[in-house]
């Protein structure tokens, strides 16, 4: 069974950081693009980056890209979303996906995790 779970989030202040993980099984790992998500209270699922296979080309959204640093670790099939300068904004559950971007916030696609809570308050 394909799963992944995610780890990492919490209670920051803002300027903070965190990092966030995601736990990958049953799958062939280095084979897949991967992606993080959020979803804030009443919002839609918003894409944050992805990072593709091999090299691993990175990108994200307009929202974190001078923030965020993605990565992954294949030996350990385990994806990593470095978040710094946290602010409100960034409160959300926050899902790592087996798909690209083009893929990411769509329901049918890939697997879901249980998703981990970040928030963001003084």
């Known amino acids: 069974e394909e799963r992944l779970v995610e780890s990492g989030g919490g209670l920051a202040q803002p300027g903070g950081s965190l990092r966030l993980s995601c736990a990958a099984s049953?799958?062939?790992?280095?084979?897949?693009?991967m992606s993080w998500v959020r979803q804030a209270p009443g919002k839609e699922v918003e894409w944050v980056s992805s990072?593709?296979?091999?090299?691993?080309?990175?990108i994200y959204s307009d929202s974190v890209k001078t923030r965020a640093t993605i990565s992954r670790d294949d030996a350990q099939n385990t994806l990593y979303l470095q978040l710094n300068a946290l602010n409100i904004e960034d409160t959300a559950m926050y899902y790592c996906?087996?798909?690209?971007?083009?893929?990411?916030?769509?329901?049918?696609?890939?697997?879901w995790g249980q998703g981990t809570q970040v928030t963001v308050s003084s």
């Open positions: 996906r087996n798909v690209g971007s083009s893929s990411a916030t769509q329901r049918h696609a890939g697997v």
């Open positions: 049953g799958m062939a790992f280095s084979d897949y693009a």
């Open positions: 990072i593709g296979t091999g090299r691993g080309d990175t």
